[in-house]
């Protein structure tokens, strides 16, 4: 009797194990995301594009994906950890990859993006500050971007002074307006939102990007050494549903068709 206890007490522990793991079950698979507002791409709440392709992911391959949003270094700390199975949307860099796997070998396949993401620059109206698509002139002050974002290289690769923080793009727009920072490099979407608020008629972006990126699920290396094929087919299942005419539709009902 004892023994029958035991043995049902131990299979209880591993079951409850494994539900507190990546791999919760065969079809299900845990993503971290940022946990700010990325429009039209994604938001806490779980709406955007993303999730639009992913949920047509999930339809083809039979899978469940359960989402944790949280701060970008830790969401990226947890895929390092193998404590979730995948994060997005990532862009490349060689020091990324001791995160997780990208989609491709030595360079990631760009055919299995989620989507393109570009920079600009950011300035106040009348600031001498200028990019012309190789080089930075007339910097008189920091040019700030986003805690943890690749573009970060860019600007570390050019020597300039730079402000990283989580600030929100209405925070940074304020710093511009009272002369705090010299400029700030924001991804499109962060401009858009920035150029929404009333703050828009004292600044100016910048027509020339600072750079375009290609944006990727990242999967952990435990899922991509246990499940090699999976990992594959959860790569190949995004650029057919990226590259398909429904999802294409939603593309372009939000504007951003040249993302794609």
């Not at 993006?113 to 106040?124: D, G, T």
């Not at 209405?170 to 009333?198: E, N, Q, W, Y």
Request: proline content about 4%.
């Amino acid at each position: 009797m004892m023994r029958f206890f035991f043995a049902r007490s131990l299979l209880a522990a591993l079951l409850w194990a494994g539900v507190s793991t990546p791999l919760q079950a065969a079809g299900t698979l845990t993503l971290c995301f940022e946990n700010k507002m990325l429009m039209p791409w994604h938001s806490a709440e779980r709406d955007g594009l993303n999730f639009e392709l992913f949920k047509r992911v999930e339809a083809k391959l039979e899978l469940t994906f359960v989402y944790e949003t949280l701060p970008w270094k830790r969401c990226l700390a947890r895929l390092k950890a193998n404590e979730v199975d995948g994060a997005f949307a990532v862009s490349f860099s060689e020091d990324r990859r001791q995160f997780g796997a990208f989609p491709g070998n030595e360079q990631p396949d760009v055919k299995k993006r989620m989507q393109y993401a570009r920079y600009f620059l950011v300035r106040k109206k009348g600031s001498s500050i200028d990019w012309d698509g190789k080089r930075f002139a007339s910097v008189d002050g920091k040019i700030a971007f986003q805690l943890g974002y690749s573009i970060g290289e860019l600007l570390n690769a050019h020597k300039v002074a730079v402000d990283e923080s989580s600030d929100p793009p209405f925070t940074v727009g304020r710093k511009l307006v009272a002369g705090m920072i010299a400029g700030a490099a924001m991804m499109d979407s962060d401009v858009s939102t920035l150029m929404r608020t009333p703050l828009a008629p004292q600044l100016e972006v910048v027509a020339t990007p600072l750079t375009e990126k290609a944006y990727y699920l990242i999967l952990s290396n435990e899922l991509v050494k246990a499940k090699p094929e999976l990992a594959e087919q959860i790569w190949k299942a995004i650029e057919e549903v990226r590259n398909s005419k429904e999802y294409g539709k939603l593309v372009q009902a939000a504007g951003v068709e040249n993302a794609r």
